[in-house]
């Protein structure tokens, strides 16, 4: 498979708990904010998004924190699953584009 | 089914020669984009278009070119400028009437110039 995030941060988790992955951005004009997730060799899916007028969304055991004073953007993931093993990535839009951070990778063991 | 492709998903090259990688949606996405993404890293941009024949550098243009002659295809030449092509290109699209919103992305082609 592709040799994606090769030094990334990681983060371990048992099955069944909780997990946590933080991003921290870097503009405050920045109005739309989009986790993804990508298993090695295909290309990033779509997770959950947030705009700049909110604090918290949740979806499907995912949840997105938003904390624009400090600019940091967290995802939630209940559960955790080993199907979650991936690397997590947060991207800001700004002016109708988006930067992404450098990525987390989650790993989930039994 | 709608969805966004790319073809092919290996592509291999010899340094000095120009590739181009190919990218279709049928989303009826106005806005389309190119990535690149090194080990290591984040998506980098590469070009963008929001409509057709109509296009705008990313942060890495140079050693790259694009064409959007239809709203479905926004194909990516890498030219023997580019001085380090070998990378894993994605392929995006979005509407942008009433947005942002999320770009979908495609598998991707990994490139491999020696």
């Known amino acids: 498979g592709e040799s994606v995030g090769l030094h990334l941060p990681t983060l371990s988790v048992q099955e069944g708990d909780n997990s946590i992955i933080n991003c921290a951005y870097s503009?405050?004009?920045?109005?739309?904010f989009i986790w993804y997730k990508q298993e090695s060799g295909k290309g990033p899916q779509f997770i959950i998004d947030?705009?700049?007028?909110?604090d918290k969304r949740q979806g499907q055991r995912v949840t997105v924190l938003l904390n624009k004073t400090v600019k940091h953007l967290s995802l939630q993931i209940a559960a955790t699953q080993p199907g979650d093993s991936a690397v997590y990535f947060c991207?800001?839009?700004?002016?109708?584009?988006?930067?992404f951070g450098t990525g987390t990778r989650l790993q989930v063991f039994p | 089914d709608g969805g966004i492709t790319q073809s092919p998903k290996y592509l291999f090259r010899k340094e000095g020669q120009n590739v181009t990688l190919s990218c279709e949606q049928n989303?009826?996405?106005?806005?389309m984009y190119w990535y690149r993404q090194d080990p290591g890293q984040g998506l980098r941009l590469i070009y963008y278009?929001?409509?057709?024949?109509?296009?705008q550098k990313g942060d890495i243009a140079e050693g790259y070119s694009v064409s959007r002659e239809k709203k479905e295809s926004f194909p990516l030449t890498v030219t023997s400028a580019q001085k380090n092509p070998t990378a894993f290109y994605l392929c995006?699209?979005?509407?942008?009437?009433?947005?942002?919103?999320?770009?979908?992305f495609g598998p991707g082609t990994r490139l491999t110039v020696t």
């Open positions: 995006a699209s979005s509407s942008i009437q009433g947005g942002p919103y999320e770009q979908y």
């Open positions: 503009n405050s004009a920045s109005d739309y």
């Open positions: 947030i705009r700049s007028n909110m």
């Open positions: 991207a800001e839009n700004i002016f109708d584009k988006l930067i």
């Open positions: 989303l009826n996405h106005d806005a």
């Open positions: 278009s929001q409509i057709v024949n109509d296009f």
